[in-house]
Structures are given as structure tokens and as C-alpha cells.
């Protein structure tokens, strides 16, 4: 008789967002002429940038014609895409990042939960909390995480990170060593940033106690302050203990159409194992890369026009972000995020819980968000509401939740 990976039977409950979509779904059919607004998702509204329909519509023209016609791609990815990356997200920002260390693949939640394929399955794990939840299901897929304990909302070997109003939101060193820490700034879903020197601290740390950092940096189009690291191979030594991972979903408005990359510096090592051969190896045999018009259709974002385009689109979501943060702070909220990321994460009010206050806008302001129990413990009594709605929508769901 065949065996299952049993760690699966650990997982609690459903999906965040599968709970949110049964609750909407149940409240629209008991209410079909409420016109909802969601700002729940994390999924962009705007279509793809002209220069990025135009790079795919000559891509699917190549692959139209047998003599440009391609097939499978190398297994890192196409070098003229590795290349724009190396230059314009490393090189430009003055670290040293060489194309054989960046891997193309479909996006950052495949590579987030795939990264673990490389690491030890007795590693310790590290997260924020609250914490974007692909990173401690794969974990627990892969028997990193122990045991749920359903009372504490937490996995028994899973070493939590506290984000919360005394921390600024920001996680502080562990007391206990972990082997694995995943850090993802701008953070979803509280979106907060640290500084070069704060992301420096920990860096030292990875280095000191000698565990590695899996730096998501997905939102990283919509920092605006000049002291946040765009990249954490910024930080000095970060080359030897961190692995980055991005995507082009929010920066350029691929969520549908699938690219991000993973980082992994030849300089990083385990013993002496380079951890680039292993991701390399890994890449080869379980990944047939992605598709070249996406590919040629992410290297057009790196074009001027394709710059401008996508930062205009950023720009658009960034001013919504705006719209949400004073709109809740004139309501009387306390507010966070929206500054260097679409999130803005605020405090539910009068002691509700997260998913009280989630009924409670759904219903009387059927607007809809994330709450904030749902990313962790940690999370509870607050909020994610995200700019990536409409400005239309977005300003009239402000001025619905003033009415309240
Ligand atoms: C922190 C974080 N990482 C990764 C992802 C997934 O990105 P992708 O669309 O590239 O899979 C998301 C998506 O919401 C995210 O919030």
C-alpha cells in the first residue's frame, strides 16, 4: 500500500483567501444588489503596459515562424533577460550580481515554496509574524515545522518573529538560532520596510550564527524612501548568506501572465556546497522554464519605455495606497504601510477581532479586505487593505467606510 506525505495532514483548515471567497460569495448571493468593492487580493487591475503587449505580440510573431521559432528554454533562462536584470536591479544599485546567479522561473510563490527543496529537512525556521503564508505551509509540506498547535495558531518548531506596534512592525533578532529566516520587506501584508542599516543587523547575524536569509523583495518597485534597500545585496557580506527572490507581478502587472526570479550567489555555501549548484540542479530537473514570450515580455520592462510605463503604473496604485491611508486616518484609524508598499494594514477598531471587523465592513460597507488573523497570530486585531483595487473604487470605498 502506497504511503502519503503525511505532513500534509497537518495543515490547518483552508486557505486564507479560499475562506474569504466562500464568505463573499455566500454574502452576494443573500445580497445580489450590493455592489461590493474588494480590496482583498494582492492582484493587480491595471493591463499590462503597452510596451510589454507590444514585446509579446513579436514574440508570439517569432514563434510564429520556423526560423525564429523557439522551444525549450536554457535552463537558467534567457540571457538577454538575466542580463537586463543584472543590470538594472543589481548593477545599477551597485551590487555585484552575475547573470549565472539569477534563475528565471513562473514567480515568486513557486520559488518561495520551492526554495526549501535545497535545505535540510531538520533546519530551523524563522518567520515574521504575521507572515505571508506560502512560506510555513511549504515548510510544513516539507516536515520543517513540527506540529500545529491549533490553541496558539502556530507550528511547535517554527521559530515567530513578532511584527506587531511595539516593533514597529518589523521583526527583532530571534533568542533562538534558527538555520532558515525569511524575510520579506516590503512586507506583505503589514507593509512596512526596514532600513539598509536595520537589514544590515541582520545580515551580521545570518552571517554570525551562520543560517540563511530568503529575502523576498516582491514589492520592491514601490519603496519611495531613500534609506530602504531595494535589494538586500546592498548590505556588505549579503552575497554569502541570502537568497533573493522577486517577481514581476506587482511591479509590472504580471500576476496572470507569470515570470519572477530567484537569486543565489555562487559565493553562498553550506559546508562548502555551493547552495547556486544545488538550486541549479534543483531548477534543471523539476522546472522546464518559462515561456520565452514572458520572458521577452519581462526583458521589455527593462526597456525606457517599459520603465516608464510600469512606474506609472505603480505610481497609480501608490496614489489609491495614499487614498486609504488618510482616508482611514481622518476616520480615526490607526494606520500603517502604504508608504513603500500597496498594503496598508490598520488596527480594528473598538476591540473587534480580525474576522469580526471583516463581517462588519463586508456588511455594512460591503467593502471587502484581508483580516489580519489569517497571516498569524500576531496579526490578529488588524487589517490588510490593498491599493491594487480601482481609484474610482478606492476612494469610494474611503468615503463608504467614513459613513460608518
Ligand atoms: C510576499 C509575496 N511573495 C510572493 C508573492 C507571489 O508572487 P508571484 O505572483 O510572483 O508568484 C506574493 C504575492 O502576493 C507576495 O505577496
Redesign the pocket.
Known amino acids: 500500500m502506497f504511503q502519503i506525505n503525511e505532513n500534509y495532514l497537518k495543515l490547518p483548515g483552508s486557505y486564507l483567501f479560499s475562506t474569504i471567497g466562500k464568505k463573499v460569495r455566500e454574502y452576494s448571493a443573500a445580497n445580489p444588489d450590493k455592489e461590493l468593492i474588494r480590496l482583498g487580493i494582492?492582484?493587480v487591475t491595471l493591463p499590462l503596459a503597452p510596451a510589454v503587449i507590444s514585446a509579446l505580440h513579436d514574440a508570439v510573431d517569432e514563434m510564429g515562424n520556423a526560423a525564429t521559432f523557439k522551444g525549450y528554454a536554457p535552463d537558467l533562462g534567457y540571457e538577454f533577460l538575466r542580463q537586463a536584470i543584472a543590470d538594472n536591479d543589481y548593477k545599477a544599485r551597485g551590487a555585484n550580481i552575475e547573470t549565472d546567479e539569477i534563475f528565471i522561473s513562473?514567480?515568486?510563490?513557486?520559488?518561495?515554496g520551492n526554495i526549501g527543496d535545497i535545505f535540510g529537512p531538520d533546519n530551523k525556521v524563522a518567520v515574521c509574524d504575521p507572515v505571508?503564508p506560502?512560506y510555513i505551509d511549504a515548510n510544513a509540506m516539507s516536515g520543517r515545522t513540527g506540529d500545529y498547535i491549533e490553541s496558539l495558531g502556530k507550528w511547535s518548531k517554527v521559530i515567530y518573529m513578532p511584527c506587531t506596534e511595539a516593533t514597529n512592525f518589523a521583526p527583532e533578532l530571534p533568542k533562538e538560532t534558527p538555520d532558515m529566516i525569511y524575510l520579506?520587506f516590503p512586507?506583505?501584508p503589514t507593509g512596512s520596510t526596514i532600513t539598509k542599516d536595520e537589514l544590515q543587523k541582520w545580515v551580521d547575524y545570518a552571517l554570525k550564527v551562520g543560517a540563511v536569509i530568503i529575502y523576498?523583495a516582491?514589492?520592491e518597485a514601490y519603496i519611495s524612501e531613500e534609506d530602504v534597500p531595494h535589494t538586500i545585496y546592498e548590505c556588505k557580506g549579503a552575497t554569502a548568506c541570502a537568497i533573493e527572490?522577486r517577481?514581476?507581478?506587482?511591479n509590472a502587472g504580471?500576476?496572470g501572465t507569470?515570470?519572477?526570479f530567484t537569486v543565489v550567489p555562487k559565493e553562498l555555501k553550506c559546508n562548502g556546497v555551493s547552495l547556486n549548484s544545488l538550486w541549479a540542479r534543483r531548477h534543471g530537473t523539476k522546472f522546464n522554464g518559462a515561456p520565452y514570450i514572458v520572458q521577452k515580455a519581462g526583458a521589455a520592462v527593462y526597456t525606457e519605455e517599459g520603465k516608464k510605463q510600469t512606474k506609472e503604473q505603480v505610481a497609480y496604485y501608490m496614489n489609491n495606497a495614499r487614498v486609504i491611508y488618510d482616508g482611514l486616518k481622518s476616520a480615526g484609524y490607526t494606520v500603517s504601510g502604504g508608504v513603500n508598499a500597496p498594503y496598508i494594514w490598520l488596527k480594528t477598531p473598538g476591540m473587534m477581532t480580525s474576522w469580526e471587523f471583516f463581517d462588519y465592513l463586508l456588511d455594512k460597507a460591503n467593502v471587502v479586505g484581508t483580516p489580519g488573523s489569517g497571516f498569524g497570530p500576531s496579526g490578529e486585531g488588524y487589517f490588510r487593505l490593498t491599493a491594487f483595487g480601482s481609484y474610482e473604487n478606492t476612494v469610494k470605498a474611503m468615503e463608504r467606510i467614513k459613513k460608518l
Open positions: 494582492g492582484d513562473d514567480g515568486a510563490k513557486s520559488d518561495s505571508y506560502v520579506c512586507n506583505n523576498d516582491a514589492y527572490l517577481s514581476f507581478s506587482k504580471f500576476t507569470r515570470l519572477g
